[in-house]
């Protein structure tokens, strides 16, 4: 029997067939997401997959479905309990307690990239392997960082060309004003305990805050009487969401208060919100997170205040698929050396080599394919030009160059095949950019010997 890949982890492939599991798609996304995190000043952080269990029981909240249904955990042979993580921000938080970051100048602004695991039901863009760019910023409690975290995910969604996307904004308040909200929650949901699923009722007296983000009983009558966070939040808690609202106005952020939104981790205090995508159905949340004051200290370091997102990778490629919209190609590979004879191709490896030094991309048959498989074979790879190599041609020190853009042909010394290819390169992308590009260059306009 084949072995293949395991339910909701997803191969990602160097070939098109579908646009979300392309890697070109998620070399250009990753280095969307990078340019933009350097440009907000946030500089990355790698960390394990692997992290003690206790990290994200203590974390994530012991009484979240992540930490009670989700995880993938295990003993290992150090009979050590052992957690493959479920998310990327504690991970984070447990890095910048260990190596004192807090020590430093402050705020400190830090991003990840990289897999995370749930043992959950796929669904589109929701897989048991998902990736994340996690953005956090640790010891600011200004609101203008809250409204800076939306914006750097708004920013790149719109170099992306995503439109249509909806911020979803809430306070949940804090440790002074949430008891005694989760009180009044309690009251209001006592008499319907009967009418609440299973989870629900574990969590009445654990979390009912939870009871809020149920999925199974959302659309029941008095869910949406619940009483509402932002109607019981202390002084410090409005000012500062008031504040967060006022710096998104600022910088023409539209947003519309959603009370429903709590999230579903027990770290997220104050601020919390998602941006929505809603033809993406049950799954149009594309990315959320907010403000976590009290994470580091639970985790052991001092008291610093922090906020951050998650944005899923699966799901921002699932609505650039759904907008028809494309991310930009990958360069196209600039030489394919096309031989004929056993001299040329045994010259061919060497002078791919010295093209790839000089910085460009080349390639070569190593299947003995006749010229004409080889020209399609070029043309499959998308090559700019075809340099073109017989033993005639290699004791003249010199090869036929064909730009697959055009017709023309060339001879070129291969002494200068480089730089020739660099130049016409260079031609190439100022003609592109300045709209104008002919169909043949006019000042070799055939053959042209380097």
Request: charged fraction near 25%.
């Amino acid at each position: 029997m084949a072995i293949t890949s395991l339910t909701g982890m997803k191969d990602v492939l160097p070939v098109n067939q579908e646009s979300w599991l392309f890697v070109d798609n998620w070399q250009r996304l990753e280095e969307s997401m990078r340019r933009q995190g350097r440009l907000y000043g946030f500089r990355e952080m790698r960390t394990p997959l692997l992290e003690m269990t206790e990290l994200f029981a203590r974390g994530v909240g012991d009484t979240t479905d992540v930490v009670t249904k989700e995880m993938y955990s295990f003993t290992d042979r150090g009979d050590r309990p052992i957690t493959v993580r479920p998310e990327l921000t504690a991970g984070l938080v447990r890095s910048f307690i260990e190596h004192k970051l807090y020590a430093l100048p402050q705020p400190t602004k830090v991003f990840g990239i990289g897999p995370a695991f749930r043992y959950e039901r796929p669904q589109a863009g929701r897989l048991r392997q998902h990736h994340q760019w996690s953005v956090e910023v640790f010891g600011s409690q200004d609101p203008a960082t809250d409204a800076e975290v939306i914006q750097i995910g708004i920013d790149l969604a719109s170099q992306l060309g995503l439109n249509g996307l909806t911020v979803h904004l809430n306070s949940i308040g804090c440790p002074v004003c949430r008891p005694d909200y989760r009180e009044k929650l309690k009251d209001h949901f006592r008499p319907h305990l009967g009418e609440l699923c299973p989870d629900c009722n574990e969590r009445f007296d654990k979390n009912p805050l939870r009871i809020l983000d149920c999925k199974v009983d959302r659309d029941k009558p008095f869910m949406a009487t619940a009483p509402k966070s932002i109607d019981h939040l202390c002084d410090e808690c409005r000012s500062h969401f008031d504040g967060v609202q006022r710096h998104l106005k600022s910088l023409d952020i539209p947003f519309e208060i959603d009370t429903g939104i709590v999230r579903g981790l027990d770290y997220y205090t104050k601020t919390v919100f998602e941006v929505i995508y809603p033809p993406l159905g049950a799954q149009s949340t594309v990315w959320g997170g907010g403000r976590y004051d009290g994470l580091v200290e639970t985790l052991g370091g001092p008291p610093t205040p922090g906020i951050g997102f998650g944005m899923g990778l699966e799901r921002v490629l699932l609505t650039l698929e759904k907008m028809g919209l494309a991310l930009p190609p990958q360069p196209p590979l600039d030489a394919f050396i096309a031989t004929i004879g056993d001299a040329a191709r045994s010259a061919a490896l060497p002078l791919a080599a010295r093209l790839r030094r000089t910085g460009l991309s080349a390639e070569l048959d190593v299947l003995g394919r006749s010229l004409k498989a080889q020209m399609k074979y070029a043309d499959r790879l998308g090559a700019r030009y075809v340099v073109i190599l017989g033993d005639d041609e290699l004791a003249r020190g010199e090869a036929q160059v064909k730009d697959m853009a055009g017709s023309a042909q060339h001879q070129v010394a291969l002494e200068n095949l480089a730089p020739w290819i660099e130049g016409q390169k260079a031609a190439a992308e100022a003609w592109s950019a300045a709209g104008d590009r002919p169909e043949t260059q006019p000042e070799n306009g055939g053959t042209h010997r380097g």
